[in-house]
């Protein structure tokens, strides 16, 4: 075995917090290990262990046996580990240190003092091996995030680990990227080494055949077995499972609440099998939506769910410096809507929104807003009709107390005193987080990273927005911190636009579906419409998951579409079980 | 604001040289210059400064804003301190040319050679140290200090602020962005410490998320090897002939002009 975990418990000396009980796992080569998890479970606990940060960088009191190349952590440095245990953080950003890729994959093997040829012979065996000899010489500031993260685990892999650490590979980025460092991942486990992946996207990571899965939570082993087992037994509202599994286990489903209030037909109508094919849309606007356009030259204009248009594009182009990120996009996207923006990294889908609150200005044509230009109005003014939010809660934290957090934007707004502690006490009721003690005097940055995301929405929702406009909002959460923000942001605003490349959220989510790609709008679609649409998902490079497969095979409504949950318990089990 | 590092001079004379021969013109310049007061031979040294300057091959639209900006806060300077401030010119006082209104301060020949020589001072400075800027490429800059003795951590740290500059600012913009929606606009007050003050908004996350990004960054490297005494540079530098004649050059530059000012006439200002 390289790694063996026997009984490991870990307790951070700074919190005092125990984080690991108990843990066990056991990693040999060929092996690839899937850990997964609710957040706050353990996991990144759990790599720091196998990769020595805990105990020689993280003050922690360990407890238990852990072995990698069958000595003990605690008696190998760091750099010692890291010629058998290489890390991959979720963010290559982080990680990537060297100005070029050369300089980048040289690092490592530099550190280790190898001779000079040496360092050459493994660059450019690693960079052939991962398809990357392309990018030799390139400067890292202009790699785009599938090719940082392909440079970073090319980085890794020259240090001729055994085993491979990856933490959330699937939460930064478009899925084909994350997929394409997964295939290499399974091919480094093929040729004898091994992996461990931690990932609460299991469906994904099913896909490359794990040998094991350990599930964590609150620090302790829920689950360590193999995948079949794993499938049986995993909490489904916890975890995102094949859609497959999800029939299977259709009888112990939970009620999907928490889930986004639903508005289809096919969500609210009684569970026979009739409700789910061919069922009719319960809300006119989305039934009248016009039929989904997927790369037609017509003009892509869907309807809201109310006649007003609440922001408008009128043959606009977006971008950066005279150079067009976005061109010849006309939509209108209604007052009272839910639309997600799907599309690969740097496609524009941030560039699409901004445009909405004067983050930037149109390069050519025309953005407006309830039916006046953008221009007319500041940034300021917009924020009492667009609440945007960004994906990263650090951005926005600055002040002592959440109270003097929630007060920036009113007070800018010029409200008085009494009005802007009502608003912020509604704003933080809407978001759930009034039941924290003495939540107003504290520091925003002494809330979980979950609390302090949502706090950010109700930095918006102070200043009582009418429409609230989230960039990935769930990225790196887990399904019921996901499930559960959404349903809150939902109830919260009359209408909701929102950034993702999680396509299931976006189907599950919204009533109409924009995908962009190649500087263009190619999809404009009620969510139902668009998952039959298989072409769409191919040439924007969005994956099929087993959720689409099966809105594609059981929804045949123009509406929205049910809750997995539900649709799970409408569909006849394969193997004759009836449905719930 | 684009602050990826400029390497303009790319294939230049000078960007063909060891980066260390870049890095130590400077200093040999330094102690040339710092020994000359006549002005005449002010005007030597700033001739061999151009020369050089040239050799680096920046084109100057590239550099037009950094010499405009260079040129009026060093004449700002000199103003100041040789002709407002009626600087020891340390020859006799002279016939007094004209009287600097509100200070009444007598400027005379000696004053204007005195200011006249600081001024191709520090411009002359600047001509020799634009290269290490802008012809050095950013990926050698780490290794050059770390060959010229730097600790390697240092020097590494040299790397990693040309990696993390660029993204350190597109998180100060995302950061703007971020609290523009709420209403932030940069105060346009003259008051420098209101000025300062309405930074708050955007210096707190951008400090904040630094330091946690830091963190991330210094465990990643660490789980790659980094903090051995000894690393391998994957660069390898070595002084060539022409290396050693332009070194030596200046090294002589230094060696004649510290003579001149003890046995020379270079050593007090020049009144014409």
């Known amino acids: ?580 | 604001m684009d602050v990826t590092p400029r390497y303009l001079g790319a294939g230049s004379f000078l960007a063909r040289r060891d980066p260390r021969v870049l890095l130590l013109v400077p200093v040999l310049y330094f102690v040339a210059v710092a020994n000359v007061a006549d002005l005449r031979g002010m005007l030597v040294c700033a001739a061999i400064a151009l020369v050089y300057y040239r050799a680096a091959g920046i084109p100057w639209r590239g550099v037009r804003a950094n010499w405009v900006f260079m040129l009026t806060f060093t004449t700002l300077l000199v103003v100041v301190n040789s002709v407002f401030t009626a600087a020891d010119t340390r020859v006799g006082a002279g016939e007094a040319l004209f009287a600097v209104p509100l200070t009444g301060t007598e400027v005379t020949w000696a004053t204007l050679s005195y200011a006249s020589t600081l001024l191709i001072r520090y411009a002359s400075l600047a001509m020799v140290s634009f290269p290490v800027a802008f012809a050095i490429a950013p990926s050698d800059l780490g290794v050059a200090l770390a060959r010229l003795r730097l600790s390697q951590r240092l020097a590494y740290g040299v790397d990693l602020t040309f990696r993390f500059l660029p993204s350190t600012v597109a998180a100060l913009r995302e950061t703007i962005d971020a609290q523009r929606v709420r209403g932030y606009e940069h105060s346009r007050s003259r008051n420098p410490f209101r000025k300062l003050a309405s930074l708050k908004p955007v210096v707190v996350p951008v400090t904040v998320n630094a330091l946690i990004d830091a963190e991330d960054t210094a465990n990643a490297m660490d789980l790659r090897g980094f903090g051995a005494k000894h690393r391998t540079w994957m660069r390898e530098l070595a002084f060539g002939r022409t290396d050693y004649l332009v070194m030596g050059g200046f090294l002589a530059l230094a060696a004649v002009m510290t003579a001149a000012k003890f046995f020379g006439p270079f050593g007090e200002v020049w009144a014409p």
């Open chain 1, 1 to 580: 075995m390289i790694i063996e975990v026997r009984a490991a418990s870990v307790r951070y000396q700074t919190t005092g917090r125990q984080v690991l009980a108990e843990v066990d796992l056991a990693v040999g080569p060929g092996d690839l290990a899937l850990v997964s998890g609710p957040s706050g479970g353990g996991k990144s606990t759990l790599l720091r262990l196998l990769n020595g940060l805990i105990p020689h960088a993280y003050r922690a009191e360990v407890t238990g046996e852990v072995l990698v190349g069958g000595r003990p952590v605690a008696q190998q440095s760091v750099r010692q580990l890291s010629t058998t245990v290489g890390t991959l953080l979720q963010d290559p950003r982080k990680q990537i240190v060297g100005t070029t890729v050369d300089t980048e994959l040289a690092f490592g093997p530099e550190n280790l003092g190898l001779p000079r040829a040496e360092i050459r012979r493994r660059i450019g065996e690693v960079t052939d091996r991962v398809g990357i000899r392309h990018l030799l010489g390139r400067a890292t500031a202009e790699l785009s995030g599938g090719e940082l993260q392909m440079v970073a685990f090319a980085g890794v892999l020259v240090m001729r680990p055994q085993v491979v650490l990856v933490d959330e590979p699937l939460a930064n980025l478009d899925l084909e990227a994350s997929l394409r460092l997964m295939r290499e991942l399974r091919r480094f486990v093929d040729d004898g080494g091994a992996a461990v992946v931690v990932e609460h996207r299991v469906e994904e990571i099913l896909d490359f055949d794990p040998t094991q899965v350990l599930y964590l939570e609150d620090g302790r082993s829920g689950y360590a077995g193999d995948v079949a087992g794993f499938l049986a037994a995993a909490p489904v509202a916890h975890v995102k499972l094949p859609f497959e599994t999800l029939v299977a286990r259709a009888a112990e489903l939970p009620a999907a609440s928490g889930a986004p209030p639903a508005r289809t037909a096919a969500f609210d109508a009684p569970p026979a099998r009739t409700a789910v094919s061919d069922a009719p849309s319960a809300r006119t606007a989305v039934s009248d939506a016009p039929p989904a356009r997927t790369g037609g030259p017509a003009v892509r204009r869907g309807r809201g769910g109310s006649a007003a248009a609440r922001l408008e594009y009128r043959g606009v182009a977006l971008g950066y410096g005279g150079r067009a990120v976005l061109d010849g996009v006309d939509l209108a996207l209604g007052a009272g809507e839910r639309v997600a923006v799907l599309g690969r990294n740097g496609a524009g889908k941030s560039t699409l929104l901004r445009a909405a609150v004067r983050l930037l200005e149109p390069l050519r044509g025309a953005v407006h807003v309830d039916g006046a230009p953008v221009t007319e109005r500041s940034t300021l003014e917009l924020a009492t009709t667009f609440g945007y939010v960004f994906q990263n809660p650090g951005q926005a934290l600055f002040c002592a107390t959440v109270g003097d957090e929630l007060a920036f934007g009113p007070r800018n707004l010029g409200w008085p005193a009494d009005e802007i502690r009502r608003v912020s006490e509604d704003a933080l009721r809407a978001m759930l987080l009034d039941g924290e003690a003495d939540v107003m005097d504290r520091s925003p940055r002494t809330l979980s990273f979950g609390q302090q995301r949502r706090l950010t929405v109700a930095l918006a929702l102070a200043m009582r927005p009418r429409t609230l406009i989230l960039d990935e909002p769930t990225a790196g959460q887990d399904l019921h911190a996901t499930t559960r923000f959404m349903a809150q942001v939902m109830a919260a605003s009359e209408s909701v636009y929102f950034i993702t490349h999680d396509v299931d959220l976006a189907l599950t989510s919204a009533d109409r579906i924009i995908v962009v790609d190649g500087g263009r709008v190619v999809a404009d679609a009620p969510a139902a419409e668009l998952a039959r649409d298989a072409d769409v998902w191919s040439r924007a490079g969005l994956r099929q998951t087993s959720l689409v497969r099966a809105i594609r095979d059981h929804v045949h409504g123009a509406g929205g579409i049910p809750h997995p949950f539900d649709l799970a318990r409408l569909i006849p089990h394969p193997e004759g079980t009836p449905p719930s």
